[in-house]
């Protein structure tokens, strides 16, 4: 067991504010397409507070990383109001693959500041620790954020996966897949701890952690980092 209160209180800080570009990417989508019901109830916003679950974006990512175990959390989920879409199949789709488009977004936006201080100043190679420190801190929340994106593109409701997999379906078959809503947070839950129960390696997260780093990868060469 491995107990590190600094480095798992900046962990959440971390899961807190990818979390927060997440939940405004659904929500000016949201507002963009036609429904301005997260604006009106102040979730368009930059502001982390707004978006906070006490037990999901806090004290579950804290136990997690605490005990060495498992990572795992969510925030206070955008209201929608589907009836103010145009169309709302294609549009609910959208909404929720803005997210996890977000996170990419801030994964190059961070990588592309570490570049341009590494072509400037040497970073981190002829730099100082703290500002080593800085990098390695940074670096970690491009990985994150790319997990989160990767992570929630599961086709499992509640993820966004669901609903961008829904959209893109032919009618007939997004029927039959929307079957399986009432099941998905038992299927997530499975996924997620029965593993971790039965000691045995997780095959999803195996196979998120493989695109997550190729994901990270792509992004660092496309920055030239």
């Not at 109830?41 to 004290?59: C, K, L, Q, S, W």
């Not at 955008?78 to 199949?89: A, G, T």
């Not at 669901?162 to 399986?180: D, I, M, N, T």
């Not at 947070?185 to 780093?213: H, K």
């Amino acid at each position: 067991m491995r107990i590190d209160p600094a480095e798992a209180i900046l962990r959440v800080v971390q899961f807190i504010i990818l979390l927060t570009f997440h939940e405004w990417g659904h929500a000016k989508s949201a507002n963009m397409l036609g429904d301005p019901t997260a604006e009106d109830e102040g979730r368009m916003t930059f502001n982390p507070a707004a978006h906070i679950d006490i037990i999901g974006t806090v004290m579950l990512p804290l136990i997690g990383t605490l005990f060495g175990g498992l990572f795992f959390g969510w925030a206070k989920p955008v209201p929608v109001n589907p009836y103010n879409l145009r169309n709302p199949k294609r549009d609910l789709m959208i909404i929720a693959a803005a997210g996890p488009i977000m996170n990419i977004l801030c994964t190059i936006v961070i990588l592309g500041c570490l570049s341009i201080l590494s072509l400037a100043i040497g970073f981190p190679d002829n730099s100082s620790a703290i500002q080593s420190l800085i990098y390695e801190q940074l670096e970690i929340s491009a990985v994150i954020s790319v997990f989160l994106a990767v992570f929630n593109m599961l086709p499992i409701f509640p993820l966004d996966g669901y609903s961008v997999l829904y959209g893109l379906l032919p009618w007939k078959q997004a029927r039959s897949f929307e079957r399986s809503r009432p099941y998905g947070m038992m299927i997530l839950m499975g996924i997620i701890f029965i593993p971790s129960l039965l000691r045995i390696p997780n095959p999803v997260f195996e196979l998120m952690r493989f695109v997550t780093a190729n994901i990270f990868y792509l992004v660092q060469i496309l920055v030239r980092l």
